[in-house]
């Protein structure tokens, strides 16, 4: 592919300075950076690196107002290179078509424009929206509903009675559906257990990474709001509420009944107990944890297990820092002294 610069700024709302005739055929990191290459940077400090690479252009901040190289200013240098990287490198095409190796149910509805690839199987029922792509070895249960541009990638499950939205992308090895984890004692010794007979509803623009898990609600449903983004990894139990554009990090794992507000952020390994509600715009810190029936309000940063706001923690962890040298050095602690 061979665009201007003066096509590049158009694409993502930038201003040129320098030669906006000059093409470019590729965008990089500054590492990878070589001849007829576009590269970004975030920050002025980075400029000298950039103007000393091979590359032809570069993608700056706006504060940034000359260089030796020519230039494309833009407000979000990460989010213009975002937005050019689907252009340079689109996701992959698939024909339209059913792979007389899939296994498809007459009472299935497949819309227009859908690939459905060798082994997998779509059930009584199920309906898939146009030009959605099922993987290979992907299964689709049935009465479940899929949206239209939604891929599921191969081997991915999406279980009885569940709605997936347009747009989504579902990777391989997830499992949407399963059952949630209930059960009662009998006295005996033995559990019971409770039927899962809810839903998954997930709407749309939303991608769930691989060997995510997410469960079906007991008896309503468990929701996955607009524009959501879930890594790998990740469980989300039945009945819980992930609010939208919320992101969910890598083995994340999320009790039942938990709701989650908009615009949250859960880094690496956070755990959530049963019955929390987390409010809008939450960060909270790999490895922190919250017990069962907590309420944080909106807009805060969260850190340590159990989680408490980012100053708190840090006094805390200062002040057990302190202790531990003076443990090592044979001192007394004294709780009362400053």
């Known amino acids: 592919m061979e665009i201007t610069l003066k096509e590049v700024a158009e694409k993502i709302g930038g201003e040129v300075i320098g030669d906006s005739s000059i093409t470019v055929r590729s965008i990089s990191g500054l590492e990878r950076a070589g001849e007829e290459t576009l590269v970004w940077i975030e920050k002025r400090r980075l400029l000298p690196a950039a103007e000393a690479s091979g590359a032809a252009a570069i993608i700056v901040p706006a504060e940034v107002e000359t260089s030796s190289k020519p230039l494309v200013r833009v407000k979000n240098p990460r989010l213009a290179f975002a937005l050019l990287a689907g252009i340079f490198f689109p996701p992959r095409s698939f024909e339209p078509g059913i792979s007389p190796d899939a296994t498809v149910s007459p009472a299935a509805r497949i819309g227009e424009g859908v690939s459905i690839q060798p082994r997998a199987v779509i059930e009584d029922g199920a309906i898939i929206g146009d030009r959605s792509v099922i993987g290979a070895g992907a299964f689709v249960g049935r009465g479940t509903r ?193």
């Open 146 to 338: 899929i949206g239209a541009d939604t891929r599921l990638f191969p081997q991915a499950v999406i279980n009885d009675n569940c709605v997936i939205g347009e747009r989504c992308l579902i990777h391989s090895g997830a499992v949407i559906g399963g059952d949630g984890f209930g059960y009662v004692a009998d006295g005996e010794g033995r559990n019971v257990k409770i039927p899962q007979v809810g839903r998954v509803v997930v709407e749309d623009d939303v991608e769930i990474g691989c060997n995510t898990t997410i469960d079906r609600g007991t008896f309503g449903d468990t929701l996955i709001r607009r524009g959501v983004k879930i890594d790998n990894l990740v469980q989300i139990a039945h009945n819980d509420l992930i609010g939208e554009n919320t992101v969910l990090c890598a083995q994340v794992g999320i009790s039942g009944s938990v709701k989650i507000g908009r615009n949250v952020i859960l880094a690496g390994q956070v755990g959530i107990a049963d019955h929390v509600e987390i409010g809008d715009r939450v960060m909270m810190a790999g490895k922190s944890g919250l017990a069962a029936k907590k309420k944080v309000g909106p807009d805060q940063i969260l850190l340590g297990a159990p989680a408490r706001p980012l100053r708190e923690a840090k006094k805390l962890h200062a002040w057990e820092s302190r202790i531990a040298k003076k443990l090592m050095a044979g001192e007394d602690v004294d709780s009362g002294s400053q």
